[in-house]
Every structure is written in C-alpha cells, then in structure tokens.
C-alpha cells in the first residue's frame, strides 16, 4: 500500500506540469501505416475499431469519431484496476453529446491499435474512463476515439479541489477516492465550471508528434446502416456481412492505390474545431441548385462553417432550409414520394424504417453536395454526390425495410449541416491534417 502511494505521488509530480498542458513532441521512430477493420455493427450504424489498452491489453470496440478529440472507454472494457500501466493523474473529463454524455477519471497508460499487418503501439497516453455515462451512450462499444483537434480535448484539473478535501494524493482515479457524488453529467458540468482547465493533447495528434504515424488517417465504408441480410441473424453474422465492414487507415493516403480509382476530389478545411467546410449549394438532379446560407458575426465566430464533416454521424443532418428544398424536390420528382418521406420528417432520436418494397432506388434521384475547393485545387467550387442508395439504406433497421439517412437540425442546434457517414460511403476519405492552414479532405471513387 505504501508503495503504491509513493507511486501515486511521483505520479503527481509529473501531473503537476501536465495542469500546465506540458506534451512530449519527439520524432524518433519511423512512421508507420496501419490498416484496421471496422464494422458498423457495435456503434449500430457508426464504425467501430479494436483498440487494446495497458499490460493486460484488453481490447475495446471505439467508434471512430471526427466530431470529438477525446480518448474514452467504459470501466467494463477496460480493466483498469489490473493494468501495470496506469498512472493515475489530476483530471477529469466530461463530455455532452446531442444525445446523453458521460463524466469520469483521466488515466495514462498504453494504448495499442491492432490490425492484421501489425500494431501501433503509443505509450503513456491519456485516456478517459466513464464513470458515469447515459445507457446506451456508446450503443453496443465501449467508448469513443475522437480524430479532431485540440479544441474539443478540455480536462479539469482537480489537485487542488481534492486537495482542499483532504484527500491524498491529489489525483481522480479511481474515482470511488474521490468523494464526488454520483450525478448527472448536466450537474457535473456545473461542479467543473470553475475548476482549472487544460486542452490535452488527442490521441491521434500524439502519435504524429511522436513520430509514429503520419498526420492523417482514411476511411473506406459502404453505408451506416447496419445490413440485415435475413431476419434476426447474430452479432457475429451481421460482422461477416461485406456492408457492414470497412477499413480505417492510420497514416494512410493517396499512396494506397489499391483502395481508390480515379482523381481526388479536395475540399477545404476552413477550420480545425472540426473539420469545417464551407457547403456552398446543393442540388437535387433535375432542378436548379440552392444556395446554402453562410454564417455571419456571432454565428460564424462561434460556429466557424455552415457544415461539418462527422466520421461519427450516421445520419445527414442538415440546417431546416436545406432540408426542406431537398425534400420539396423529392415529392415534386413523384407524388408518391410525399407519403413515402412521411415518417423521416421528424425525428425521435431512433433509426426508421419503411417497408422496402416502396422505395424503387432507380427512381430517387441523386443529390449533389457542392463546397468550396480546396487552395491546391483548380477549381473554386468542388461537389460530392450522395446517390439514392447511399440516402435510402435497404435492409435497415431491419431486414425488409428502408431507412432515410436525412433529417432536419436538431432543436437547439446551429443553422449548420452535419455531413456524416452516408455522404462518405462509396468515397476512399482522406483527412490530410497536414496540408494547407487547417488541412484538406479528399475524397475518390473507393474500390470495393
């Protein structure tokens, strides 16, 4: 026991720079490329990865999230009580989603990515437990890693709270030390406000730091939906479906050839809280285009774009105006379409279906997403196209029925589109960090 405070209390000696946001940006080591499989059937539409955490390397499905920069995973995942890693720390973390949210301890420890051509293991890195956590936050994972930047990475340092509370040391794990009651994570949020806060370095910038992978990832998917080839088919049937894999690239891009055909599309990032885009227009086939509203003075300072890229959004959702022009010109494309779209005009925080037999998806006509291109690009305005089976998802989200993959802003949300997974599927995505201001994504015709 006596040693393990003496542990602890080294421990927090190094914490005490880490309040101070202090971060090891060594290059030594060659950079790796890693591909891993991943399926949409854990995070039941989003994709999931196999990460391994500590000494005993207990593995955790995590969707992959380009909205969030924090590393999290759930005590039953993570047996952290048995890891010889861990080094407990002064943090803590909280994070509200649309839906749900979760608080609980920052520890460090090794977090390894495994794939079958080997494993990308990065030392001594933060990661979030899950205290407490809405049921069903994760769906069937066990956590999230988050692909963005700094912005969206805060931790509250606490030293100096526990140690007016006369516990010793001064550190967050395991959290049952801490006395700090159980609450929502609306209320711990308001216990945080005050306390001293630091932008912790994500994952995913750590290993470019670090020198052990380049400064960008790619993504190949087929669709979000989970497939559901025949009715009530297992966990472990649903994963062998050829629909519901897909592969993420850590350090991966235009040198993977085999993934891609074709020339690259380039968007421009116009800023790094997320990866921000600037959506221009869109246009229904076989009517003329509408100009997608920009944000202006507070709104624009506050938001930066009017439309986002989210690795972790099965879903587009778009700001009401866009929404609307999208489906007045479906029903005007067929009448029948009206009674059809019916059930997806709001939304109830579930995945929808109808019966597939009323959705023929040659004649759903396809919606083209226009941005602005990137500065290396040769055009000023650049388009991606979401093709009716991309938006119409069959066999979800149960065998025999069809989903509709776009819905209007949630309440309380900007006049800004989320552009998730059924915008990228068909498409090899590339999220180049590194080029230009704030990086570039790029997108060509995948090959499956």
């Known amino acids: 026991m006596e040693s393990q405070k003496q542990e602890a ?35 039941r539409g989003g994709f999931s990865v196999t ?19 924090t590393l999290v995973v759930t005590q039953t995942a993570y047996e952290s009580k048995v890891d010889r890693e861990l080094v407990p720390t002064s943090f803590a973390q909280y994070v509200r989603y649309g839906v749900g949210g979760w608080y609980g301890p920052v ?35 066990d956590g999230i890693l988050g692909l963005a930047f700094y912005e969206l990475n805060d931790a509250h340092c606490l030293q100096d709270y526990l140690k007016e509370q006369g516990i010793a040391p001064e550190v967050t794990y395991p959290w049952s030390n801490t006395g700090i ?59 062998q479906d050829p629909l519901n894999q897909g592969l993420f690239i850590l350090g991966g891009g235009e040198e993977d050839q085999d993934l891609y055909e074709g020339e690259f599309t380039r968007i421009k990032v116009v800023d790094d809280v997320y990866y921000n ?12 285009a509408f100009d997608v509203p920009v944000l202006e003075g507070k709104e624009l300072e506050k938001h930066h774009s009017n439309a986002f890229m989210d690795t972790g959004a099965t879903l587009l959702v778009l700001d009401n105006v866009v929404f609307n022009y999208i489906i007045e010109c479906m029903e005007k494309v067929d009448p029948k379409f009206k009674d059809i779209l019916e059930p997806f005009l709001s939304f109830e925080y579930k995945e929808e279906g109808v019966d597939a037999s009323l959705v023929n998806l040659e004649e759903w006509p396809d919606i083209e997403f ?8 040769e055009e000023e305005e650049v388009s991606l196209i979401c093709k009716a089976d991309d938006y119409w998802q069959v066999n979800a989200p149960q065998h025999g029925q069809a989903s509709f993959k776009i819905i209007s802003q ?39």
């Not at 309040?19 to 399926?39: E, F, V």
């Not at 226009?370 to 690009?377: G, K, L, P, T, W």
């Open 9 to 43: 209390n080294e421990s927090l000696q190094k914490e005490k720079k880490l309040c101070g946001a202090s971060t090891d940006t060594s290059q030594n080591g060659s950079r790796k490329t890693l591909r891993m499989p991943i399926t949409n059937v854990h995070a």
């Open 51 to 69: 990460v391994a955490f500590g000494s005993e390397t207990d593995t955790a499905e995590l969707v992959l999230d380009s909205g969030s920069s």
């Open 107 to 141: 520890v460090k420890t090794g977090v390894d990515m495994i794939s079958h051509n080997g494993k990308m293991l990065l030392d001594n890195t933060h990661v979030s437990i899950a205290a407490e956590f809405q049921q069903g936050m994760f769906a069937d994972a």
């Open 181 to 239: 009651e159980k609450q929502s994570v609306k209320s711990f949020r308001s216990f945080v406000k005050n306390k001293p806060k630091s932008e912790l370095r994500p994952y995913f910038t750590c290993l470019e730091e670090q020198g052990v992978s380049a400064n960008k990832f790619s993504f190949v998917t087929r669709r979000s939906s989970i497939h559901h080839a025949a009715p009530n088919l297992s966990k472990e049937d649903l994963k």
């Open 277 to 288: 885009v600037r959506l221009l227009k869109v246009k229904v086939d076989g009517f003329e």
């Open 370 to 377: 226009i941005f602005e291109a990137s500065v290396d690009s």
């Open 410 to 448: 949630l309440p309380g949300w900007p006049d800004q589109s989320i552009l998730g997974l059924p915008l990228m599927s068909d498409y090899y995505v590339i999220f180049a960090r590194f080029e230009n201001e704030f990086g570039d994504m790029k997108f060509a015709k995948a090959k499956f």
